[in-house]
Structure formats: C-alpha cells, structure tokens
C-alpha cells in the first residue's frame, strides 16, 4: 500500500524520475543519524539532462525556476531510495541549497530556486518548509542551469 507522500504525489500527478547514479567519486546521499544529507542534484530526467545554460542570457530566470523544480523531483528521488522506498520516513525537510548558473547581472537566484521549495512544500506540506540559500555561480557541472541540494531529517 502507498503512503500517504507517495499518494499525495499521485494526487499532485507528480511523477519522481529515477533516482541517477553518481557520476564522479561520491554517493548521492549519506545517512547519519537521522539527517540525510542529499548530495547536489542537477536536473537529469531518468538519464536525459535538461535545462542546460546560463540564466539571463540563455533562460529566463521563469525557465529556470522549472529547471530548479527538476532537480527538486531527483531530491525526492535520492530521499525515496535513501528511504527503502518509504517516503513517510521524512520527518522533515530541514534545508535546500540552490546554485544558479547565471549573468554577472542576474540578481533573481532566490525566485529561481523557489522552483525547488515550492516543491518540497507541495510535496511534503508543513514538513517541506526549510532554511535555505540561493547563490549565484559561473558555472555549474555539464553547464546546467541549476543544481539543488538538501538535508532532510528522517523519523
């Protein structure tokens, strides 16, 4: 039987990509204790990467935002297989890091990684909500547009 995140999710007519592997010397998510630390996610769609380019000159930061949200669904992905496939083991989503790949002049960062945290609010209601910081880099792995992290504490 489903949860009730994996429900809700199917209520949302929200479908989580496959959790990718890692594609250097790391693993996409440590355990300790009960905080799950989610290794940097850029926007892969079950093997396919979207959203590639600079915000503000190849995206704008409303496409971007889109890009943030992508990266938010593998966040889930990596929590879900974190979790044996149990959502309900999030406790609570503690914080989120955004990287934009932007201008020298793009000062939207927060509004696009609202694409992740609108997200995990969605997702995971008053649980989602989280700290969080939005910078900007000059680039970013692959040339991606945005790459999320988060720490999520576990029940």
Same mark, same amino acid.
């Given at each position: 039987?489903? +949860?009730?995140?994996?429900?809700?999710?199917?209520?949302?007519?929200?479908?989580?990509?496959?959790?990718? $592997?890692?594609?250097?010397?790391?693993?996409?998510?440590?355990?300790?204790?009960?905080? @799950?630390?989610?290794?940097?996610?850029?926007?892969?769609?079950?093997?396919?990467?979207? +959203?590639?380019?600079?915000?503000?000159?190849?995206?704008?930061?409303?496409?971007? *935002?889109?890009? $943030?949200?992508?990266?938010? @669904?593998?966040?889930?992905?990596?929590?879900? $297989?974190?979790?044996? +496939?149990?959502?309900?083991?999030?406790?609570?989503?503690?914080?989120?890091?955004?990287?934009?790949? $932007?201008?020298?002049?793009?000062? *939207?960062?927060?509004?696009?990684?609202?694409?992740?945290?609108? @997200?995990?609010?969605?997702?995971? =209601?008053?649980?989602?909500?989280?700290?969080?910081?939005?910078? =900007?880099?000059?680039?970013?792995?692959?040339?991606?547009?945005?790459?999320?992290?988060?720490?999520?504490?576990?029940?």
């Amino acid at each position: 039987m489903a +949860g009730a995140i994996d429900a809700r999710l199917t209520e949302l007519g929200i479908e989580l990509p496959n959790a990718a $592997a890692p594609a250097a010397n790391y693993v996409p998510y440590v355990i300790s204790g009960k905080t @799950l630390y989610i290794s940097g996610q850029v926007p892969f769609w079950n093997g396919e990467l979207k +959203g590639v380019g600079k915000v503000g000159k190849d995206m704008t930061a409303e496409e971007a *935002q889109k890009i $943030a949200r992508i990266c938010a @669904l593998n966040i889930i992905a990596q929590a879900k $297989a974190a979790c044996g +496939g149990d959502l309900d083991k999030v406790a609570r989503v503690v914080k989120v890091g955004g990287f934009v790949n $932007a201008t020298d002049d793009f000062t *939207q960062h927060p509004m696009v990684v609202n694409g992740a945290s609108d @997200l995990m609010v969605e997702v995971f =209601g008053d649980k989602g909500k989280h700290s969080r910081f939005a910078v =900007g880099a000059g680039s970013l792995p692959l040339g991606v547009a945005v790459e999320v992290e988060a720490v999520i504490e576990l029940a």
